[in-house]
């Protein structure tokens, strides 16, 4: 009954989100915080106030949501825990600015970075040219080749973690392949400087797409979005999930050049016309128009990361240094499966891959300061 394509098909496995017992969610990377109230204000109006628009199509591209995404990105420079905020009013720090506007017509959005991600790898990977992937990144790029039916070229991570840009720059040229990675990465939460990333684009082929998915940037990365002027061949993915709260309201986006733009259009208007609900659309509009709050929240969570990162220095764990919103951590007596259980039986969930290579690791997402109080707790205790 179910076609070849179905039998192939090896699904992402989201971090659990159990029903039987209230845990602290340190497993999925979500923001602790929750939307501005600007944001709950809008979606009780909209739904109070314009029922009818719940009865009607929704807007298919998005339009000012677009427009409120690009005036976020040039107050912010794309990276809210460096910005400097004033009140209600943000700029972005000297080092993050950008230097041209970015325009609505530069960004796409969806249904979560997630679907915006398959819509990319439809638009601008082909199965019979093997796609290059660092070893570890996130998980659901491999699944996407696997779906579309592009073979992949699986790059081995250096010693210290990052990633051998050499290496993948060499098998793309050879494959005559584009190129996708995170950064920062995941689950190592190690970045790449803008600099690098520029190097990276000057020896590849520009006739190729370069996908940099930019999910934890606004937690401590260096954004890319300052080299589209320069390099035509380049794409940014970004996300509403992580720094701006709203992994529930199932947001990402684009920043890219209009011509890149207008062919992910095509996909997304071949296969799912209406991806973003009316009120999805409202809360992400008023989410954009209060850039101070989740700037607030950014820092919060990059000062919470760095408390905790003391604290795993001063117990003896080991631990890659973070740039984003998670980290991942070993404790050198004791395997990953064991501390995985041992702080789930305090009430608190970190993930932890059964992958070999980070097996003996668990990423542990930053909560707010009461939940790494608990946390630390936990831990202490192992
Ligand atoms: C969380 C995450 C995403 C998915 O984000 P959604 O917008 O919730 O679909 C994409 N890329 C990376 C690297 C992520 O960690």
Same mark, same amino acid.
């Given at each position: ?108 959005s969806g249904n979560g970075s997630d679907e915006v991600l398959?819509?990319v ?19 659901f ?17 250096? @010693? ?42 000057? @020896? ?9 998915d930019e999910a ?21 993915v970004r996300t509403f999930s ?8 199932r947001l990402g986006y684009i ?59 001063? @117990? ?67």
């Amino acid at each position: 009954m179910i076609s070849n394509r179905m039998k192939n098909l090896h699904p992402y496995v989201p971090g659990e989100q159990p029903k039987d017992r209230v845990y602290i969610k340190l497993n999925a990377n979500e923001n602790p915080y929750a939307p501005s109230t600007k944001v709950q204000d809008a979606v009780v109006d909209f739904v109070k106030n314009n029922p009818m628009k719940l009865a009607l199509y929704p807007d298919p591209d998005s339009l000012e949501l677009h427009a409120a995404i690009a005036e976020m990105l040039n107050k912010t420079g794309g990276v809210l825990c460096n910005a400097v905020v004033d009140g209600e009013d943000v700029k972005p720090s000297e080092k993050d600015k950008i230097p041209f506007t970015v325009t609505p017509e530069m960004v796409y959005s969806g249904n979560g970075s997630d679907e915006v991600l398959s819509f990319v790898f439809y638009a601008f990977f082909d199965s019979g040219k093997k796609l290059v992937l660092p070893e570890f990144t996130y998980s659901f790029y491999p699944v996407y080749a696997g779906f579309y039916n592009i073979e992949t070229d699986v790059v081995p991570m250096k @010693k210290d973690w990052s990633l051998d840009t050499n290496e993948m720059l060499n098998r793309a040229s050879k494959n005559g392949s584009g190129l996708i990675f995170a950064n920062p990465n995941a689950p190592s939460g190690i970045g790449l400087s803008r600099a690098e990333i520029r190097e990276m684009l000057l @020896k590849a082929d520009k006739d190729e797409i370069f996908v940099v998915d930019e999910a934890y940037c606004d937690f401590g990365g260096e954004s890319c979005i300052p080299l589209l002027e320069e390099f035509k061949n380049l794409l940014i993915v970004r996300t509403f999930s992580k720094s701006l709260c709203g992994a529930g309201m199932r947001l990402g986006y684009i920043v890219a050049n209009p011509e890149l733009i207008n062919y992910v259009t095509t996909v997304k208007n071949s296969l799912n016309h209406f991806p973003i609900d009316a009120v999805a659309q409202i809360a992400g509009v008023a989410a954009c128009k209060n850039p101070a709050y989740y700037c607030e929240c950014a820092k919060k969570v990059a000062e919470e990361r760095e408390t905790f990162q003391n604290f795993l220095s001063e @117990k003896g764990w080991e631990y890659i240094p973070s740039r984003t919103n998670f980290v991942l951590v070993r404790n050198p007596k004791v395997s990953g499966e064991q501390v995985y259980q041992k702080i789930k039986k305090e009430g608190i969930l970190v993930r932890h891959f059964s992958t070999k290579g980070i097996e003996d690791y668990v990423r542990i997402t930053i909560g707010t300061k009461e939940q790494m109080d608990a946390l630390k707790k936990a831990m202490e205790a192992i």
